[in-house]
Nanobody, 121 residues
């Protein structure tokens, strides 16, 4: 079983930045599409960004374009979500998910437990 662990969440003021990490235990993520999702209080989960196993990225949400960036750290079995110019509406629980040999529009088989991101003054 692939186990994913998110980290890096916390409290940040509007306009600030956070870098979230998604780390796999016991496996490389080279063959996985990795997606970042979030769920705001009282709202449904939405996709944020995704990195395919081929290295291409997909923006799920137009609201994060130009502010969020996904990247891979293969040696560390880790995928990062760099979040800049954070807004209060970015608040939520952020999850990473993996799809073996899949693409960013397919079903994600493995999910982390999430990390809380709070953007507030």
């Amino acid at each position: 079983q692939l186990t994913l662990v998110e980290s890096g969440g916390g409290l940040v003021e509007p306009g600030g930045s956070l870098r979230l990490s998604c780390t796999a235990s016991g496996f490389t993520l080279d063959y996985y599409a990795i997606g970042w999702f979030r769920q705001a209080p009282g709202k449904e989960r939405e996709g944020v960004l995704c990195s395919s196993n081929g290295g291409t990225s997909t923006n799920y949400a137009d609201s994060v374009k130009g502010r969020f960036t996904i990247s891979r750290g293969y040696a560390k079995n880790t995928v990062y979500l760099q979040m800049n110019s954070l807004k209060p509406e970015d608040t939520g629980v952020y999850y990473c998910a993996a799809h073996y040999l899949g693409n960013c529009l397919g079903r994600f088989d493995y999910w982390g437990q999430g990390t809380q991101v709070t953007v507030s003054s």
